[in-house]
């Protein structure tokens, strides 16, 4: 596709566009409403998660910012972003030999710092001394998301295992049969959560003689995808004022700029994986979201 514009490094590719186009469009090319190219509002989106600028400082070669954050809400409230991440995970597990459903997975917590818009949103985490949200995510053995739930930053991890759990659940068709985690889950409470739902919680553990950097069987992976996520500055810090309801678009690069994929293997998809599960739920009942990763 070519435009009248310089294209930015955070565009779209042909092959891209064409892996999340019917994922995203939700009404017929004609529609009469339509007044911007759906590709150049993904490139306006995805160039607003990469940057962390604010909406209203959106380039004057993208799409009106009005226009681009309806759009974002109406694929989120769709599930647009959760079907391609879900169809994306499964292709790249497929092309890797690998079943297309994993049994393992990993599970961490991240703690976003707060900004004044997001107001009583924001709980204060005293070990890592930040006031902000705490996105606890579950990956499977790649790296690739399965599951995000976003509480205050107050939670404790152990007590958050069920959402996450449920969200595998339904994301993988209940074939998640073991979670690695550190040590913050450690507790009866996490074991019977997990145990509930089918799936044995192992926590891996510190050497009792650590020094220096450590690198923690399993566990580094899901390090690896916050390192991913942190390359998007929108993801420093949680700047939207709207938490319920996935305000947060960062879920514009999570089926486009999470690995590097070959071309070829995105060009020969003529559309969803699995079209029944463009409702797919990733989030908490209390404030949902997706992630955004880069590799």
């Known amino acids: ?33 339509r007044r911007h190219d759906l590709r150049e509002v993904l490139n306006a989106l995805r160039w607003l998660v990469r940057t962390g600028s604010p909406w209203r400082l959106m380039p004057h070669d993208l799409p009106p910012w009005h226009a681009v954050y309806d759009q974002a809400r109406r694929w989120m409230a769709a599930g647009s972003f959760e079907a391609i991440v879900h169809d994306l995970r499964a292709v790249l597990r497929i092309a890797d030999g ?35 949200s705490k996105a606890h995510i579950a990956v499977d053995t790649m790296g690739r998301l399965l599951a995000l739930h976003v509480t205050p930053a107050d939670e404790q991890d152990r007590a958050q295992v069920a959402e996450p759990c449920e969200a595998m659940h339904e994301a993988a068709g209940e074939s998640v049969e073991l979670i690695y985690a550190h040590q913050g889950y450690t507790g009866e409470e996490a074991m019977h959560e997990a145990a509930g739902r089918g799936i044995i919680l192992h926590v891996v553990k510190l050497p009792e003689a650590k ?11 899901v390090e690896r995808s916050f390192g991913w996520m942190a390359r998007f500055r929108q993801q420093a810090r949680d700047y939207e004022r709207l938490g319920l309801d996935g305000a947060q678009p960062s879920g514009a690069a999570s089926g486009t700029d999470s690995s590097p994929v070959d071309a070829s293997k ?30």
Do not use: C
């Open 1 to 33: 596709m070519t435009t009248h514009r310089k294209p930015y490094d955070s565009d779209v590719s042909d092959a891209e566009w064409e892996f999340v186009a019917p994922y995203l469009t939700l009404l017929t090319e004609r529609a009469g409403q």
């Open 211 to 221: 020094k220096g950097l450590v690198l923690l069987p399993r566990r580094w992976v």
């Open 98 to 132: 690998r079943q297309a459903g994993p049994t393992a997975a990993i599970i961490d917590s991240r703690t976003i710092q707060s900004t004044p818009e997001i107001g009583g949103r924001a709980g204060y985490d005293g070990y890592k001394r930040k006031n902000g």
């Open 266 to 295: 995105l060009s020969g998809s003529k559309g969803p994986v699995a079209r029944e599960r463009r409702h797919l739920r990733y989030g908490a009942r209390t404030a949902k979201g997706t992630i955004a990763m880069e590799k």
